[in-house]
């Protein structure tokens, strides 16, 4: 029995202890694995840890490359500013620019000076210290209408003027008016009146910039063509303009044409007097009127239009004349014994009448075609009696383009023998003022007629070339 109980104890034993072994050995299997979890979880946290550094040094380099980038934005924004800075103020310490020598007066037109340097002028850049004269002579411009009667000038234009809002703008030059000529309709401005704007611009020459001249339009042409010679050496715009509808009726061209007109009376390398109209800028001794009605009512024929006020107010630089250092002369005399017909079929019957004036010292005949006339002996010993007395006697043609060439035809010739003198491709406004010019200048005859068909200033040609080269006036 007791060794029964022995062997019983024994096996209690054995399996305790076993059973205790096989405990311990997965309690401890249990907590490797739980120790190697929890080692597994660190590295892993380790990793992550790792990793989001790595992100966030991968994020500054990302943010410093965004900050250097909008520095150097930064710098060249400035370095920008500051050449813009400077250029404005070269520009406007820049008094005077060195151009190609201007020609002598009377030089062929096919020397006349090499045109200027390239320049711009953008919009809200204009110096504050620009400054144009505006003379007020009359026209449609300043007319106002008054029900059931017709138009007439307005005793309050300057003030209509000075109470236009754009005028006040800090973009447009200092402007100051002249009314020294009562306000008339074109019809009656002539030799006169032509000297008192050419003396107005005299007085203030030196105080101005430019000078803009507020016309009717159906002499216009005419006070274009004789201010061109009655102002020489001239460095400055002289602008003429007007407009078709008053500046205060419906649908008024007079407002563009003045804004125009003043902006391109700014620019100092238009040395010349110009016609500004409708979005055209024209020389002036090369303008004709070419309608009553269209807006558009001038336009030269013969020799390119200078320049354009669209978008941008371009000038072609190479149809310009160059600048003249000269100090400014105004002329102080015309002659007034000077006429003007216009040739028709049987003229010869009333030649001897039209040429019978006492006091007549210059014709201008509108001839056919290339300077054709009547070569009846009537006509031609008309001419030739009063050629001898020292009426002198100047062919234009009537047909707006082409060149009066008196050696093309037989006819012509015989006026070359009666003592005629061709002019090329001139408008009948311009021969009439430079007739009425020289004829006051000088008293040589046979040199009056060796200058008429010659260049002076820009108002004939003779194989002048030209280029479509072009600089920016107004932006």
């Given at each position: 029995?007791?060794?029964?109980?022995?062997?019983?104890?024994?096996?209690f034993?054995t399996?305790?202890?076993?059973?205790?072994?096989?405990?311990?050995?997965?309690?401890?299997?249990?907590?490797?694995?739980?120790?190697e979890?929890?080692?597994?979880?660190?590295?892993?946290n380790?990793?992550?840890?790792?990793?989001?550094?790595?992100?966030?040094?991968?994020?500054?380099?990302i943010r410093?490359?965004?900050?250097?980038?909008?520095?150097?934005?930064?710098?060249?924004?400035?370095?920008?500013?500051?050449?813009?800075?400077?250029?404005?103020?070269?520009?406007?310490?820049?008094?005077?620019?060195?151009?190609?020598?201007?020609?002598?007066?009377?030089?062929?037109?096919?020397?006349?000076?090499?045109?200027?340097?390239?320049?711009?002028?953008?919009?809200?850049?204009?110096?504050?210290?620009?400054?144009?004269?505006?003379?007020?002579?009359?026209?449609?411009?300043?007319?106002?209408?008054?029900?059931?009667?017709?138009?007439?000038?307005?005793?309050?234009?300057?003030k209509?003027?000075?109470?236009?809002?754009?005028?006040?703008?800090?973009?447009?030059?200092?402007?100051?008016?002249?009314?020294?000529?009562?306000?008339?309709?074109?019809?009656?401005?002539?030799?006169k009146?032509?000297?008192?704007?050419?003396?107005?611009i005299?007085?203030?020459?030196?105080?101005?910039?430019?000078?803009?001249?507020?016309?009717?339009?159906?002499?216009?042409?005419?006070?274009?063509?004789?201010?061109?010679?009655?102002?020489?050496?001239?460095?400055?715009?002289?602008v003429?303009?007007?407009s078709?509808?008053?500046?205060?009726?419906?649908?008024?061209?007079?407002?563009?044409?003045?804004?125009?007109?003043?902006?391109?009376?700014?620019?100092?390398?238009?040395?010349?007097?110009?016609?500004?109209?409708?979005?055209?800028?024209?020389?002036?001794?090369?303008?004709?009127?070419?309608?009553?009605?269209?807006?558009?009512?001038?336009?030269?024929?013969?020799?390119?239009?200078?320049?354009?006020?669209?978008?941008?107010?371009?000038?072609?630089?190479?149809?310009?004349?160059?600048d003249?250092?000269?100090?400014?002369?105004?002329?102080?005399?015309?002659?007034?014994?000077?006429?003007?017909?216009?040739?028709?079929?049987?003229?010869?019957?009333?030649?001897?009448?039209?040429?019978?004036?006492?006091?007549?010292?210059?014709?201008?005949?509108?001839?056919?075609?290339?300077?054709?006339?009547?070569?009846?002996?009537?006509?031609?010993?008309?001419?030739?009696k009063?050629?001898?007395r020292?009426?002198i006697?100047?062919?234009v043609?009537?047909?707006?383009?082409?060149?009066?060439?008196?050696?093309?035809?037989?006819?012509g010739?015989?006026?070359v023998?009666?003592?005629?003198?061709?002019?090329?491709?001139?408008?009948?406004?311009?021969?009439?003022?430079?007739?009425?010019?020289?004829?006051?200048?000088?008293?040589?005859i046979?040199?009056?007629?060796?200058l008429?068909?010659?260049?002076?200033?820009g108002?004939c040609?003779?194989?002048?070339?030209?280029?479509?080269?072009?600089?920016?006036?107004?932006?």
């Amino acid at each position: 029995m007791s060794l029964k109980k022995l062997l019983l104890g024994l096996g209690f034993a054995t399996t305790t202890g076993f059973l205790s072994y096989v405990y311990f050995k997965e309690n401890n299997r249990e907590t490797k694995r739980k120790e190697e979890e929890e080692n597994e979880n660190e590295n892993e946290n380790e990793n992550e840890n790792e990793n989001e550094k790595e992100k966030e040094k991968k994020r500054e380099r990302i943010r410093e490359r965004e900050r250097e980038k909008k520095k150097k934005k930064k710098k060249n924004r400035q370095k920008k500013r500051q050449k813009t800075k400077k250029k404005a103020k070269k520009e406007k310490k820049r008094k005077t620019i060195k151009f190609s020598k201007t020609t002598e007066m009377y030089e062929s037109p096919n020397r006349l000076p090499k045109s200027h340097s390239t320049g711009i002028l953008s919009q809200g850049e204009i110096p504050f210290d620009k400054k144009v004269y505006i003379i007020y002579t009359g026209g449609t411009i300043g007319m106002i209408k008054k029900k059931g009667k017709p138009l007439t000038p307005d005793p309050d234009f300057f003030k209509t003027l000075q109470s236009l809002p754009f005028l006040k703008s800090r973009y447009v030059p200092s402007l100051n008016y002249d009314n020294t000529i009562e306000p008339v309709d074109s019809t009656n401005i002539g030799l006169k009146e032509w000297l008192i704007i050419a003396n107005s611009i005299k007085e203030v020459y030196n105080e101005y910039d430019g000078f803009v001249i507020l016309h009717g339009t159906d002499t216009l042409a005419f006070t274009a063509s004789a201010l061109s010679f009655l102002l020489e050496n001239l460095s400055k715009p002289v602008v003429v303009t007007g407009s078709q509808i008053p500046l205060g009726g419906c649908r008024s061209d007079g407002l563009n044409n003045l804004i125009s007109s003043v902006l391109v009376a700014t620019y100092s390398k238009i040395p010349e007097v110009v016609v500004v109209f409708n979005n055209k800028i024209l020389r002036g001794n090369r303008t004709t009127k070419r309608s009553s009605e269209d807006i558009d009512a001038f336009v030269s024929f013969q020799y390119p239009q200078i320049g354009t006020c669209g978008i941008k107010v371009a000038v072609n630089k190479s149809l310009v004349l160059g600048d003249n250092k000269k100090p400014l002369v105004v002329h102080q005399e015309m002659e007034k014994e000077v006429i003007v017909i216009k040739l028709f079929p049987s003229i010869e019957n009333v030649i001897e009448r039209i040429y019978s004036h006492p006091n007549l010292c210059g014709v201008i005949i509108e001839c056919y075609g290339a300077g054709n006339a009547p070569t009846s002996e009537k006509f031609l010993s008309t001419i030739k009696k009063a050629s001898k007395r020292g009426i002198i006697t100047v062919i234009v043609s009537q047909c707006v383009t082409g060149n009066v060439d008196l050696s093309t035809y037989k006819t012509g010739n015989d006026l070359v023998k009666a003592g005629c003198v061709g002019v090329f491709d001139m408008t009948t406004e311009t021969a009439f003022t430079k007739l009425m010019f020289l004829l006051a200048k000088y008293d040589d005859i046979d040199f009056i007629k060796k200058l008429m068909p010659i260049s002076l200033r820009g108002e004939c040609s003779d194989n002048l070339e030209t280029s479509s080269e072009v600089f920016v006036v107004y932006n």
